[in-house]
């Protein structure tokens, strides 16, 4: 899982001069204002223009990459948008345990609709209820493993609310952001884990609106 949430983003910010030295020694000078050095080391000129690269030497393009926020200007919506598409591949979502949502639609519609005017019914209509709450709060020990391991990601424990999920993902993303790690590896990975984690609980039947 690890593996897939890191092939999410489309470039990686970390400095890498591998391919930048292949056209040759000291093809660029380092676009840092007033600094004379080569510019071996390339990065990303913008969010929307990924494809195009500035060149900085070894110290400026640290000092870049510190600066550098993938998700300037966006607004709230278009960064969830990109978090949901991200760790889906681009693909259409739908609500996980589908059919225990039909089960409990089922259990309302027997008991509910029927007219039991002598409570002949009672116990099995509180069985039934007490049958619909279990499958609403599902017992940890006996989550599917990829939601588990989101929640752990996330250090979030089930009855979890969307508010309750947004507020500590937008926590974690400022943790784990490169602009206050230097760069971190480590933290990049942090990063990485969370947004899928918030995607996958996101869309599942294990987040109450």
């Not at 204002?33 to 223009?49: I, L, V, Y």
């Not at 589908?98 to 019914?121: I, S």
Request: charged share 30%; with cysteine.
């Amino acid at each position: 899982m690890e593996r897939s949430t890191r092939q999410s983003f489309e470039f990686d910010i970390r400095i890498s001069a591998a391919k930048s030295r292949g056209a040759g020694p000291h093809a660029h000078a380092c676009e840092w204002d007033g600094c004379t050095a080569a510019g071996e080391f390339r990065a990303p000129r913008s969010p929307a223009r990924l494809r195009e690269y500035r060149w900085f030497c070894l110290d400026h393009v640290r000092a870049y990459n510190r600066s550098w926020n993938f998700f300037a200007g966006w607004e709230d919506g278009q960064v969830e948008d990109y978090v949901r598409n991200n760790a889906t591949w681009q693909r259409p979502t739908w609500k996980m345990g589908g059919k225990a949502e039909e089960e409990k639609r089922n259990a309302r519609w027997t008991y509910d609709d029927l007219a039991d005017p002598l409570g002949l019914f009672g116990r099995e209509q509180a069985e039934a209820a007490q049958r619909a709450r279990n499958a609403e709060e599902p017992d940890p020990a006996q989550l599917p493993r990829p939601v588990a391991d989101a929640l752990g990601a996330l250090d979030l424990e089930l009855p979890l609310t969307l508010s309750q999920l947004k507020r500590r993902y937008k926590e974690l993303v400022k943790r784990f952001h490169p602009d206050a790690n230097g760069g971190d590896r480590g933290a990049e990975d942090q990063l990485r884990r969370v947004i899928w984690a918030y995607g996958l609980l996101k869309g599942s039947r294990y987040v109450r609106s």
